[in-house]
């Protein structure tokens, strides 16, 4: 199985996301990994010029056909918030370029989920909606199916899945619709991945 969602090289394979800006060379650079180019919420608001950042993502998504984007996303927490407004124009432009050039999009979601259910609705009405995986998703069952009528995935860590309500948030979500990830966390990807097996029952991971 591979991880879903980290920042840093795992042997298992799977999606390496850049930070900033500066993370792309190196995320491109991890051999057997998926890199995804992007720049995380919480570095949103670091972007001096929305429009270059716009052009390098196409550019960059030209050169590399098989890379993702992210990551990207939106977060309401009392430390992030005031940033919001550089948050959502970074995600339209993450968005826009992943639809264009049809690729997964990295999302991070923090007190944010009615927001950011609402930009997707419109953007599949508008039929210009990527494929999006919300990662460390801890949503409630009614808001994951709300993404899953949308057609998005998730992938969780041991964080979530050690969370006391985890079982209602994610044992009913269809198989092939979540899975595992390691995020920051590289040294829990043992335990994630034997977690994630126990509480899905263990079909169809290997
Ligand atoms: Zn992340």
Request: charged share 25%; net charge negative.
């Amino acid at each position: 199985m591979k991880d879903y969602h980290t920042h840093h090289p795992n042997t298992a394979g799977g999606s390496i996301c850049a930070v900033t800006r500066a993370d792309w060379e190196r995320v491109a650079a991890v051999p057997g990994m998926t890199p995804a180019f992007g720049v995380h919420p919480w570095h949103a608001h670091e972007v001096q010029d929305p429009a270059d950042f716009a052009f390098e993502l196409d550019d960059w998504l030209y050169r590399h056909p098989s890379a993702e984007v992210g990551e990207t996303g939106l977060d309401a927490s009392d430390k992030w918030q005031h940033t919001l407004e550089a948050q959502r124009l970074l995600l339209h432009l993450h968005l826009g370029a992943a639809f264009r050039h049809d690729r997964l999009v990295h999302l991070h979601c923090v007190r944010c989920h009615a927001e950011l259910l609402g930009i997707l609705k419109e953007r599949a009405r508008c039929n210009t909606l990527p494929r999006v995986l919300l990662h460390a998703w801890n949503g409630s069952h009614e808001m994951a199916r709300e993404f899953l009528a949308l057609g998005a995935i998730f992938s969780v860590g041991l964080r979530e899945l050690s969370h006391s309500r985890a079982e209602e948030r994610y044992a009913r979500i269809p198989e092939g619709k979540i899975f595992p990830e390691s995020d920051d966390a590289p040294e829990n990807w043992a335990r994630t991945l034997a977690l994630f097996r126990l509480m899905r029952g263990g079909l169809n991971l290997r």
